[in-house]
């Protein structure tokens, strides 16, 4: 029995909910305009209501794909940095996506909302915190950067509590929200010229018209 219930573990942390794989060029934050293999997990509780990949939130509608699998996908592509990206994808174990991942030679990429325990080898975590769940406090000093998106007014506030708790080398991101670029980046840019520890994060990909 006890092997049995091992042998069903093992199968489980074996695949993981997969939203989309795609091959493309970082779009935002310090690695922007490098190309990234990016791994979309399904499933996320956290439910922001501007989210552009609501889709992406219930993890049952998304097959389950072997780690094995998304590794040998993933090094079809010249590249080797991979972006693990969701939903929220430390909803899941990634010990051993991370795993395959790091011997196959890729540096290994997060970008989450820190709502959930870290799991992993990650190269580079970025956290994107928001308010609808909040970050857990020991994910937040060992973010490598905070990328905030700035929807309103009140954001900005808001980004300081988190930036006064993070680690002294991490880089400090403030992202108009895509909807209401026209009325906040203009916003953003004034802050950032009064507060030059900030800096501004775009979307790049989207002005690329690429995933």
């Known amino acids: 029995m006890k092997q049995f219930q091992e042998q069903q573990v093992l199968e489980k942390q074996s695949t993981l909910p997969v939203m989309e794989v795609f091959y493309t060029i970082q779009g935002e934050g310090a690695y922007s305009g490098h190309a990234a293999y ?8 956290v439910g922001c209501f501007w989210c552009d990949v609501k889709e992406s939130w219930d993890e ?7 780690v094995n699998d998304i590794v040998e996908e993933a090094k079809k592509h010249p590249a ?5 990206t969701g939903g929220e994808p430390l909803m899941h174990d990634l010990s051993e996506l991370t795993s395959q991942l790091k011997s196959a030679g890729f ?15 990650l190269d580079w975590i970025t956290l994107s915190p928001k308010k609808f769940k909040k970050a857990l406090p020991e994910i937040i000093p060992q973010a ?17 509590q988190y930036a006064d708790q993070v680690n002294d080398s991490c880089l ?40």
Not at 60 to 66: F, L, N
Not at 80 to 84: D, E, F, G, H, S
């Open 172 to 211: 400090l991101l403030l992202q108009p929200e895509w909807d209401k670029e026209k009325e906040m980046l203009p916003q953003i840019i004034e802050y950032v010229k009064e507060k030059p520890h900030w800096k501004v994060s775009l979307q790049t990909h989207k002005y690329m018209n690429i995933p």
């Open 60 to 66: 049952e509608k998304h097959p389950q794909m072997a």
């Open 144 to 160: 490598n950067e905070l990328k905030v998106v700035i929807y309103n007014k009140s954001d900005f506030k808001w980004a300081e």
């Open 80 to 84: 080797r940095l991979a972006v693990i």
């Open 38 to 45: 990016f791994i979309r997990l399904g499933g996320c509780d």
């Open 107 to 121: 540096r290994t990429h997060i970008e989450t909302s820190g709502a959930h325990p870290l799991s992993g080898q």
